[in-house]
Protein backbone atom coordinates (compact mmCIF):
# COMPACT_ATOMS: atom_id res chain seq x y z
CA UNK A 1 0.00 0.00 0.00
CA UNK A 2 1.90 3.35 -0.99
CA UNK A 3 0.77 6.00 0.94
CA UNK A 4 3.15 8.51 0.23
CA UNK A 5 1.34 9.72 -2.78
CA UNK A 6 -1.71 11.35 -2.66
CA UNK A 7 -3.71 13.52 -5.41
CA UNK A 8 -6.64 15.06 -5.63
CA UNK A 9 -8.05 14.28 -8.71
CA UNK A 10 -9.45 18.44 -9.26
CA UNK A 11 -6.71 19.83 -6.86
CA UNK A 12 -3.84 17.64 -7.70
CA UNK A 13 -1.21 20.82 -6.46
CA UNK A 14 -3.00 21.32 -3.29
CA UNK A 15 -0.73 20.83 -0.51
CA UNK A 16 -3.39 21.77 2.14
CA UNK A 17 -6.10 18.38 0.57
CA UNK A 18 -2.32 16.33 0.66
CA UNK A 19 -1.25 17.07 3.94
CA UNK A 20 -4.62 16.45 5.70
CA UNK A 21 -5.65 13.46 3.47
CA UNK A 22 -2.22 12.11 5.24
CA UNK A 23 -2.37 12.51 8.69
CA UNK A 24 -6.49 13.00 9.22
CA UNK A 25 -6.72 9.60 8.36
CA UNK A 26 -8.08 6.69 11.23
CA UNK A 27 -4.81 6.04 12.80
CA UNK A 28 -2.01 8.91 12.26
CA UNK A 29 -3.17 11.18 14.64
CA UNK A 30 -3.72 8.57 17.45
CA UNK A 31 -0.02 7.60 16.76
CA UNK A 32 1.22 11.23 16.91
CA UNK A 33 -0.95 11.76 20.16
CA UNK A 34 0.46 8.27 21.68
CA UNK A 35 3.72 9.35 20.73
CA UNK A 36 3.43 13.00 22.59
CA UNK A 37 1.88 11.45 25.96
CA UNK A 38 5.22 9.19 26.61
CA UNK A 39 7.01 12.72 26.26
CA UNK A 40 10.60 13.14 24.95
CA UNK A 41 11.38 9.41 25.46
CA UNK A 42 11.59 6.90 22.12
CA UNK A 43 9.16 4.34 22.33
CA UNK A 44 9.31 0.93 20.81
CA UNK A 45 7.28 -0.62 18.07
CA UNK A 46 5.27 -3.24 20.56
CA UNK A 47 5.37 -0.13 23.51
CA UNK A 48 3.05 1.70 20.65
CA UNK A 49 1.35 -1.04 19.74
CA UNK A 50 0.25 -1.89 23.50
CA UNK A 51 -0.79 1.93 23.68
CA UNK A 52 -3.23 1.42 20.83
CA UNK A 53 -4.67 -1.89 21.13
CA UNK A 54 -7.01 -2.11 18.20
CA UNK A 55 -4.59 -1.26 15.53
CA UNK A 56 -3.04 -4.16 13.63
CA UNK A 57 0.54 -4.62 13.61
CA UNK A 58 0.49 -3.88 9.77
CA UNK A 59 -1.72 -0.51 10.21
CA UNK A 60 1.05 0.86 12.53
CA UNK A 61 3.79 -0.12 10.46
CA UNK A 62 2.28 1.33 7.46
CA UNK A 63 1.26 4.44 9.75
CA UNK A 64 4.67 4.65 11.40
CA UNK A 65 6.19 4.57 7.63
CA UNK A 66 3.77 7.58 6.59
CA UNK A 67 4.75 9.26 9.62
CA UNK A 68 8.85 9.07 9.24
CA UNK A 69 8.54 9.54 5.76
CA UNK A 70 6.38 13.09 6.27
CA UNK A 71 8.96 14.22 8.57
CA UNK A 72 6.98 13.78 11.70
CA UNK A 73 8.44 10.35 13.69
CA UNK A 74 12.16 9.67 13.56
CA UNK A 75 13.10 5.75 13.73
CA UNK A 76 16.46 4.56 15.65
CA UNK A 77 17.65 1.49 15.03
CA UNK A 78 20.42 -0.06 17.37
CA UNK A 79 23.05 -2.41 16.30
CA UNK A 80 22.27 -5.18 18.84
CA UNK A 81 20.86 -8.87 18.27
CA UNK A 82 17.45 -8.85 18.20
CA UNK A 83 17.97 -5.19 16.58
CA UNK A 84 16.14 -2.42 18.62
CA UNK A 85 13.47 0.08 16.98
CA UNK A 86 12.63 2.87 18.95
CA UNK A 87 10.12 6.12 17.05
CA UNK A 88 9.94 9.48 18.69
CA UNK A 89 8.46 12.45 17.83
CA UNK A 90 10.16 15.11 15.56
CA UNK A 91 9.71 18.90 16.07
CA UNK A 92 7.67 19.38 13.49
CA UNK A 93 5.14 16.98 14.65
CA UNK A 94 5.33 18.20 18.36
CA UNK A 95 4.03 21.79 16.73
CA UNK A 96 0.63 20.14 16.20
CA UNK A 97 0.38 18.38 19.34
CA UNK A 98 -1.58 21.81 20.27
CA UNK A 99 -4.05 21.76 17.20
CA UNK A 100 -4.39 17.82 18.03
CA UNK A 101 -5.46 18.17 21.66
CA UNK A 102 -7.66 21.49 21.00
CA UNK A 103 -9.30 19.14 18.57
CA UNK A 104 -9.44 16.26 20.95
CA UNK A 105 -11.44 19.03 23.46
CA UNK A 106 -13.41 19.93 20.99
CA UNK A 107 -15.03 16.67 20.23
CA UNK A 108 -15.17 15.97 24.10
CA UNK A 109 -17.72 19.10 24.56
CA UNK A 110 -19.31 17.86 21.56
CA UNK A 111 -19.32 14.16 22.18
CA UNK A 112 -22.72 13.83 23.31
CA UNK A 113 -24.85 16.09 20.87
CA UNK A 114 -22.96 14.18 18.19
CA UNK A 115 -24.01 10.82 19.45
CA UNK A 116 -27.50 12.05 20.09
CA UNK A 117 -27.63 13.89 16.72
CA UNK A 118 -26.56 10.45 15.10
CA UNK A 119 -29.26 8.35 16.84
CA UNK A 120 -32.05 11.26 15.90
CA UNK A 121 -30.60 11.08 11.91
CA UNK A 122 -30.66 6.76 12.04
CA UNK A 123 -34.58 7.29 13.04
CA UNK A 124 -35.27 8.96 10.28
CA UNK A 125 -33.69 6.85 7.38
Avoid at 39 to 45: A, D, P, S
Avoid at 74 to 83: F, L, Q
Amino acid sequence: MDRTIIEDALFPNCPIRNILAKICDKWSLLVIYTLDKVGEKNIRFKELQREIPDISQKMLTVTLRTLECDGYVTRTVYPEVPPRVEYALTRRARTLIPHINALMEWAMANKDGIMRDRKTAGKNK
